[in-house]
Nanobody
Framework: QVHLVESGGGLVQGGGSLRLSCAAS????????MAWYRQAPGKQRELVAR???????NYADSVKGRFTISRDNSKNTVYLQMSSLKPEDTADYYC????????????WGQGTQVTVSS
């Protein structure tokens, strides 16, 4: 079992920055990749950024050049640094952890809300 706790959401003006954190606990040795997803009202949940155990990253086209995913293995924490925020980035952001490679199980955090005002 893996437990994920997100933090760092909030209200920010357009053009501003926020950093989300996701602290993992439990069977973290089994985690092969972690990711951030988001879900805006009335829309499907979408992948924002993902980082593998080996450090390989990928991003949604809509956030490339503005968001950076990183991790601190000593703290079992993954971060999402968000810059140049736009109102369309407003969503609930969820941390995700994959177990196994290829993944056969995944875990989700409770979500943290990000609101970007225009």
């Amino acid at each position: 079992q893996v437990h994920l706790v997100e933090s760092g959401g909030g209200l920010v003006q357009g053009g501003g920055s926020l950093r989300l954190s996701c602290a993992a606990s439990g069977s973290i040795f089994a985690i092969s990749a972690m990711a951030w997803y988001r879900q805006a009202p009335g829309k499907q949940r979408e992948l924002v950024a993902r980082i593998t155990r080996g450090g390989r990253t990928n991003y949604a086209d809509s956030v490339k050049g503005r968001f950076t995913i990183s991790r601190d293995n000593s703290k079992n924490t993954v971060y999402l640094q968000m810059s140049s925020l736009k109102p369309e980035d407003t969503a609930d952001y969820y941390c995700n952890a994959e177990e196994g490679d290829p993944p056969y199980l995944e875990y989700w955090g409770q979500g943290t809300q990000v609101t970007v005002s225009s």
